[in-house]
């Protein structure tokens, strides 16, 4: 635990004018962003009498080490850089938002020749058009299957829709009406186009103007004695207002909003998030957070907003956000979200009628989630910390593992041998800290002696962090060089204090930018799938490192053993043990992760060709060759004159081509056993 008083700037030594803090731990990893109309008021603060501080602020400075700031010019530009430093660095320390489950979109790609509708989850694209979130994809589907009708847009994947154009045939849809054929020439790319658009304007709220002209035509058709038209006009019409009619109306036509409650208790806060587009409700989302800072009511809703529109622009910040209180400084966020709308943008609070009693039932939605939140988080937390003190007490530990690494090898046969390391933290996976390794100094199969080799090289990058960070003054005698990547980019911090050690040399930059560090931080337990010889390798392995503070054990497959080193006998906990059930979740994370691995590894070796190792020679030239050829067991029997022919490819290309075509040995034909039918190459050089 630090003392704050070790590492406060001098006085005089930071501005009273804007800007954005960052406090870095003893691993120069940023544990809290923070912004500040004057930097030198807010940054006082944190220097007081330790007594006088919010628990959680206390935790906070006792666990930094430095502090550092960086000046801008408004109020506006350090929302946006905090922002960005916030999602950047994922302090520990800032309260930080997760979705209580994956919502799905109604999306239309507007960036393909033919745009289709989709649901869409996950990360947003761009050149995609998205409306909702939704709490169900089944209700997005009834929704775009009613105005199929109306709007006939292509919603088939890339592949029926190259099957339809190959065979001249479209899709069911296609044939009753549902969809305008584009596969097949019935509609141009600019009509198809026109229905996509017409599409995201109903959907965007512009639905009165549609439904009004429907119904002008359908007495127009009706006039002129045009009964069937009149007829599916009058369809039509109707399917679009049962559409609309699953979105209820809850402020004035042509209302856009959002609307954002907070329901807080002392440790946590849930935030729900109504998105009303033309007067209707047409999406929900909510977020749950641990409340790790020291935060208001106005604070939350600060960060909720940056949140909800930190990558988004246009439309999708709507005109108008309501919140239950304003932010710190209101008029920085307005023109945050102004700028990223590109027109004026009004964040306020409902003081009566409609809006206000929507903001009510928001309210109670968030009250909800927290509730369930916390009933499910209870039975969560108790499971999970009785799971790590069974592992600590079965193992002999000082204290719970809050981090555990688990090591799994993987290889077919003794081919394409890889290994896995998966991260746990207080019994939850830490999957941006997974690392994948190839084994590099041997070749064949031989458990033990990679998994030794995996370890050691995990743990030569631990302490290569560690000399760098300064934490331990001698190095090993075989630690590899460390392999740094190209100089962070960003902001340059005007101070830091106290100030930076110097770099161990030109040649070994620091890595001080705050970002996660690949192999920085160890574990209190090394777990590897295996028995004893596993465990015996991983010892032996950080034995050599001199490593002698972090436990190792080994989980063996067929009887569910853990396995210690030197002991002649395993430790058996029981069978409805939490703690050999969080060991299991780990083991076959593990395993799950290296044998990904390992399959990618061998279908991409499978896919290899001979013409991957030519220089210069880029996939559309490869696919131009083999084209012209038909094979790659044809392109080998050509002369360079006969290369050279092909579109794009120079003499010089054509020389490297035959070269390496020549130095490869032709792989002996493969022979269907059924049939006795030879296999020959495909167009990659594999067999088929």
Known sequence: MADPSSYRPKPGQIPDSPGVYRFRDEHRRVIYVGKAKNLRQRLANYFQDLAGLHPRTRTMVTTAASVEWTVVSTEVEALQLEYSWIKEYD????????????????????????????????????????????????????TVDLMLRVFPVRTCSAGVFKNAARTGRPCLLGYIGKCSAPCVGRVTPEEHRELADDFCDFMAGRTGAYIRRLEKDMMAAAEEMEYERAARLRDDAEALKRAMEKSAVVLADATDADLIAVAEDELEAAVQIFHVRGGRVRGQRGWVTDKVENVDTSGLVEHAIQQLYGEEAGDAVPKEVLVPALPEDPDAVSQWLADRRGSQVSLRIPQRGDKKDLMATVQR????????????????????????????????????????????????????????????????????????????SFEGQDDVRSMHEVIGRRFRRYLQEKERTGEWEETPADTDPARTGPAPTGPTPAHSAPEDPAPDSAAEPREDDGRPKRFAYPPQLLVVDGGRPQVAAAKRALDELGIDDIAVCGLAKRLEEVWLPDDDDPVVLPRSSEGLYLLQRIRDEAHRFAITYQRARRAKRIRSSPLDDVAGLGETRKQALIKHFGSVKKLRQATIDEICEVPGIGRRTAESVAAALASTTPATPAVNTATGEIIEEDDGGSKT
């Open 365 to 440: 939605n968030a009250l909800q989630a927290l509730g369930l939140h916390k009933t499910k988080r209870a039975s969560d937390l108790t499971t999970r910390s009785r799971a790590l003190e069974e592992i600590s007490e079965a193992l002999g530990l000082d204290t719970a593992p809050l981090r555990i690494e688990c090591f799994d090898i993987s290889h077919l046969q003794g081919d394409d041998v890889v290994a896995s390391m998966v991260v746990f933290e207080d019994g939850l996976a830490r999957k941006g800290e997974y690392r994948r390794f190839q084994i590099k």
């Open 91 to 142: 302090p520990r320390f800032n309260v930080k938002y997760r979705d209580d489950k994956s919502y799905p979109y109604l999306a239309v790609t507007l960036n393909e020749e033919f745009p289709r509708v989709q649901v869409m989850r996950g990360a947003k694209k761009k050149g995609v058009r998205y409306f909702g979130p939704y709490g169900h994809a089944w209700a997005i589907r009834e």
